[in-house]
């Protein structure tokens, strides 16, 4: 069962919604249906399953329908039509103090992009206001207020007022509040939207830094590509009130449904989205552990490369070779073609996972002189990176086919 | 021109008669509510030495508005006790809070349900720009007629002038508080009345207090104008000065009034700044 399910829900704002219905069952966009019924579209016929400790980011242009949809799963808006089902439980069904009592239970609050913290209220007074909503008593809440005032680091600040904060301390503070209530869901609206670059990605990398941690099930509204495909798990990419496409960063970005997704996808910073796996290359030629010095150099010169990388037969990687040393080697030690390579030749590669983000990889790439080999959990040889690959990744309109690359070819090439 | 005359007195005479004899219950427990407020803080205010009302007002002064008003203040109060107008200072001040404690007690529950109800908020609007327009003699009129003459009627009157700001300017603080901070309680599960005593009333206090302020200070000027159907204290003596011609009296009762509104402004201002002790 999936944490929230959002079945084939609508909502439209204005009196008689069954005229908008008419009209977009046939197809009719939004713009239209609103000139000719002055009725406003905020979304149609959206179905998403989200699972529990998932980030899910709703992402589209501004007037999309992003936050209508996040405020109709705690009913702040009323769905027009449609289910909404959380923890197995239909919440458009439930009355009005069911409601407030199943909101206590199932939300972790919202926090938005204007941080709405109560200004006559110090940290510790904002931070502990979800749970005095909840009823906890006093000490209890005081407790929990200053667990969480020190995990989003504000320890010091527990009686500044938000006036006296800058605004990703205010954010911190609206993040705190969410935290400190003991429910799943947070809902977040362009939360670090506000927030100067800088601030706005390490507020970024906190929540993600906090999730892995608390696994809570944050629902994130952002108009920002780069935000959601560095913190969404899946998104959802909406347009005009209509879902156009849900999946992965990956799926997204390898294939936009459309022009609209398209667009979204050229402006992306592409550094945070692609890993290892997307770009690395499959291994050309590799040398045999059992291989003798005479055999690793021919390799060697017939790829025309500068340096080699050794591995078994289960393809496990041992090490590298350099061009140069094998060479000299080989000079020295003419009389015996079987003899293996020296330990002291074989030296240990840079190695990152399939996953590993291409801002790593590019760091990598900048201090390392040798090869950067991807390898399996077991240590197992399934590409390698090369310049071009990155250089290609950054530049729009990528996709990972075009280097001819798919995962089967990279981890069964043969040794040439 | 017409060979009658409309009675209208007649049938206003006729209507207060009725009305005052049906409802004389009513009419009466009100009058001795204001009754017993005035009295109360006249007698509360004149039982104190004046010079314990003067500290006490001069530090509440300073701590609402700083060191130089209540300096004024001090000085202002000792002048009052000295030229002989301490006592109906003390009355007219008791009819101005009384004034207030109804003004509160009926303009804050308005002004929340106005801000509650876009169609309650629609009827209330036009009355009470009508009734900000009105000259503030006019109030005095119906109040005399079901209140008779004295101080109940000047009390009524005043509270019906002071109210329109504090029902306008609790509605406004109210409607300005910003969506997202109900949001964020309607999120966490907040009852209506945890959304109003928790983020609606504090988060507004600074206009609602604006709105108190406003409504003291038109209540400190119609009790003034009440003297003339016999409300007392400043006022009246305010009144024995124009009506005898003695200038100078009627100066220093103009004095007192000046000193007393520059009091109650400059606390009343001050309440919406106050921030919670850090
Ligand atoms: N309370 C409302 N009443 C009427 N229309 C609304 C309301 N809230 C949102 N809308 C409309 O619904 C559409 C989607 O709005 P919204 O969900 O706020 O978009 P986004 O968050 O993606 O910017 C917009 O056209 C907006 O004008
Ligand atoms: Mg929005």
């Known amino acids: 069962m999936s944490k929230i399910e959002i079945k084939n829900v609508s909502k439209?704002?204005?009196?008689?919604?069954?005229?908008?219905?008419?009209?977009?069952?046939?197809?009719?966009?939004?713009?239209?249906?609103?000139?000719k019924t002055g009725l406003v579209v905020g979304v149609y016929d959206i179905s998403i399953e989200i699972e529990k400790g998932e980030v899910f980011v709703i992402m589209g242009l501004s007037g999309s329908g992003k936050s209508t949809l996040q405020r109709l799963l705690n009913r702040l808006h009323e769905p027009t039509r449609g289910e909404i089902i959380i923890d197995g439980k239909d919440i458009t069904k439930m009355d009005h103090n069911e409601l407030i009592h199943f909101r206590r239970k199932a939300f972790s609050g919202m926090v938005f992009q204007n941080f709405a913290i109560l200004p006559h209220r110090t940290v510790m007074g904002n931070v502990e206001f979800g749970l005095e909503i909840h009823g906890v008593d006093k000490e209890k809440r005081r407790k929990r207020a200053q667990e969480v005032i020190e995990i989003v680091g504000l320890q010091g600040y527990e009686n500044s007022f938000p006036s006296e904060l800058s605004g990703g301390m205010q954010q911190r503070v609206g993040l705190a509040r969410g935290l400190a209530v003991d429910a799943d869901i947070l809902l977040m609206d362009e939360a670090f939207s506000a927030l100067d670059p800088l601030i706005r990605r390490e507020m970024q990398d906190e929540l993600l830094e906090l999730q892995s941690r608390m696994k809570k099930t944050i629902v994130f509204v952002t108009h920002d590509l780069d935000e959601a495909f560095k913190l969404g798990d899946r998104i959802a990419?909406?347009?005009d009130g209509v879902m156009v496409q849900m999946g992965t960063a990956e799926e997204i970005i390898t294939n936009p449904v459309d022009d609209y997704v398209t667009a979204f996808v050229e402006g992306l910073d592409r550094t945070g989205v692609f890993t290892a796996g997307t770009i690395m290359q499959p291994v050309k030629a590799t040398a045999h552990v059992n291989d003798g010095l005479h055999t690793i150099l021919h390799r060697i010169r017939r790829a025309g490369l500068s340096s080699m990388l050794l591995v078994d037969s289960q393809r496990i990687l041992h090490g590298y070779l350099k061009a140069g040393e094998v060479a000299e080697e080989v000079k020295k030690e003419s009389v015996d073609e079987k003899k293996k390579p020296h330990h002291s030749l074989i030296h240990s590669p840079e190695t990152v996972h399939p996953d590993t983000h291409l801002t790593e990889v590019i760091n990598l790439y900048s201090e390392s002189t040798g090869p950067i080999a991807v390898v399996n959990d077991n240590n197992k040889l399934l590409g390698v990176i090369v310049r071009g690959a990155i250089i290609a990744a950054l530049s729009k309109g990528y996709k990972p086919e075009d280097n001819g690359y798919t995962e089967q070819t990279g981890t069964e090439e043969k040794v040439s | 021109m017409?060979?009658?005359?409309?009675?209208?007195?007649?049938?206003?005479?006729?209507?207060?008669?009725?009305?005052?004899?049906?409802?004389?219950?009513?009419?009466?427990?009100?009058?001795?509510?204001?009754?017993?407020?005035?009295?109360?803080?006249?007698?509360?205010?004149?039982?104190?030495?004046?010079?314990?009302?003067?500290?006490?007002?001069g530090l509440i002064t300073y701590r609402m508005a700083g060191w130089a008003t209540a300096g004024v203040a001090v000085a202002g109060l000792f002048i009052v006790e000295n030229i002989g107008l301490w006592v109906a200072f003390n009355e007219t001040l008791a009819l101005v809070l009384s004034a207030e404690v109804f003004v509160i007690a009926f303009g804050l529950p308005l002004g929340i349900f106005a801000a509650g109800s876009d169609r309650f908020n629609g009827i209330i609007r036009p009355l009470l720009d009508f009734m900000q327009t009105m000259p503030a003699f006019v109030y005095l009129i119906p109040a005399i007629m079901f209140f008779g003459l004295g101080l109940v009627p000047g009390v009524i009157a005043t509270f019906v002038f002071a109210i329109p700001p504090l029902i306008r300017l609790t509605n406004l603080g109210i409607r300005q508080v910003p969506k997202e901070l109900i949001e964020a309680s309607d999120a966490f599960g907040a009852t209506r009345a945890q959304k109003l005593f928790k983020v609606q009333m504090p988060v507004a206090l600074p206009t609602v207090m604006a709105g108190v302020n406003q409504s003291i200070m038109l209540g400190l000027s119609m009790v003034v104008i009440a003297a003339m159907i016999g409300a007392g204290g400043l006022g009246a003596e305010v009144l024995r000065g124009i009506q005898r011609l003695e200038v100078g009296q009627g100066f220093e009762a103009g004095l007192a009034v000046v000193i007393l509104a520059v009091i109650l402004d400059r606390i009343t201002a001050g309440f919406g700044q106050i921030k919670k002790p850090q």
């Open chain 1, 12 to 35: 439209i704002f204005g009196p008689k919604p069954e005229r908008a219905f008419k009209m977009l069952e046939q197809g009719i966009p939004k713009n239209e249906v609103q000139a």
């Open chain 2, 2 to 57: 017409f060979p009658f005359r409309i009675p209208i007195r007649d049938w206003i005479s006729a209507a207060v008669d009725y009305l005052s004899t049906q409802f004389s219950v009513v009419f009466d427990s009100i009058s001795n509510l204001v009754l017993f407020l005035v009295d109360n803080f006249k007698d509360g205010l004149l039982t104190l030495h004046p010079l314990v009302l003067i500290v006490v007002l």
């Open chain 1, 237 to 239: 990419i909406l347009k």
